[in-house]
């Protein structure tokens, strides 16, 4: 299909571990956002990418936190020594032009990556 | 601090009724509301407003945004089961987008 897609659907761990969880956007978007959604709560900003670099990872948590997206296109983002309160589902969107684009620059949805951590 | 406050945070009504949902914010440097329609996980895109007072309309589904009062309403008419979702109010200030929690829309038949 031609949107964003997310692998893995969904991914359990166990506190501790290291997780990557992929992004795959939709083709000839420069602009790849994460967010993460607790249960019960709209999604929170993590990092905004235009193109390869990270133009702002202010809302990442800590530095457990990274993300990549070294061809402007595939994203990953990368958790360390995973906790329980990572668990949420995860979500990448994109958009044609990020901040080129402003404010009227529709930013579509991946299904979402479901992260537990026992 | 941007704020997105929804109301109410949940609604049940029958099929057929119209419902009102609403959306009241603080952002320091507002471009856009967005409203998104969320089933399962991934939210899906209904309107950008950036003017006040336009009404924009897709099918049975209106939005339309006050930006004296800084608030937005979605309005959904003769409503159908297939509508049941949470509806989410969302504020762009550049380029990251700041959520309200939702509503959660139960439509019964």
């Known amino acids: 299909g031609a949107g964003v897609s997310q692998t893995p659907s969904n991914k359990v761990t166990e506190k501790g571990k290291y997780v990557e969880l992929r992004c795959d956007p939709i083709?000839?978007?420069?602009?790849l956002y994460w967010y993460r959604q607790s249960l019960g709560q709209g999604p929170e900003f993590l990092i905004y990418?235009?193109?390869?670099?990270?133009?702002?990872d202010s809302g990442l948590p800590n530095d457990r936190f990274f993300a990549v997206r070294p061809e402007g296109s595939v994203s990953t983002l990368k958790i360390q020594r995973t906790e329980r309160g990572d668990s949420a589902v995860y979500l990448c969107a994109s958009s044609p032009r990020g901040t080129s684009g402003g404010a009227l620059d529709t930013q579509y949805f991946g299904p979402g990556t479901r992260l537990t951590v026992l | 601090e941007d704020k997105v406050v929804q109301s109410p945070l949940s609604l049940v009504v029958h099929e057929g009724d119209t419902v009102t949902l609403n959306c009241s914010y603080e952002v320091t440097n507002f471009r856009s509301l967005l409203w998104y329609k969320q089933e399962k996980k991934a939210p899906t895109f209904l309107f950008m407003l950036?003017?006040?007072?336009i009404e924009k309309k897709s099918g049975r589904l209106s939005s339309i945004l006050d930006k004296k009062e800084l608030f937005s309403i979605l309005n959904i008419t003769a409503t159908q089961t297939g509508d049941s979702a949470i509806y989410l109010c969302?504020?762009?200030?550049?380029?990251?987008?700041?959520f309200g929690k939702g509503t959660s829309l139960l439509v019964t038949p």
């Open positions: 950036t003017s006040s007072g």
């Open positions: 083709s000839g978007h420069t602009a």
């Open positions: 969302v504020t762009n200030s550049g380029y990251a987008l700041n």
């Open positions: 990418f235009q193109g390869t670099g990270a133009a702002d």
